[in-house]
């Protein structure tokens, strides 16, 4: 997990507490200058996590970025799994925003 940054995962742990007093928070985060995560409770039992990423391409899901990208992934899948959240297989493309392309997964919380 050395390729995440120490405040993101400062952010995902204080998301796990915060569901087990049932007060989840939005987590924000940079990873790299051009990855960002977002997390956002949607119900008692899921979350979607959203990354959005500036990049030349949109390939269909998040980890067709690159090992770099996946190596990040897998490390906050990892993290969110050890506060029981399962993650999705895959983070897939679902828009671009001014040049900026988002990749979505919905989170099932414990």
Known sequence: MN????AVLTSI???GEQLLVGEPI???GKLRTDLRIEI???SETTATCRYETTHTQSPPTLRD???FVTTIIDGIDTRL???GITPPTAYTYTTTVDGTHQYEG???LP
């Open 13 to 15: 742990d204080e998301f």
């Open 40 to 42: 956002t409770p949607t």
């Open 26 to 28: 939005t987590v924000r």
């Open 106 to 108: 919905t989170l099932q």
């Open 81 to 83: 799994g050890t506060w």
């Open 3 to 6: 390729h995440i940054p120490d």
């Open 65 to 67: 970025r690159g090992s």
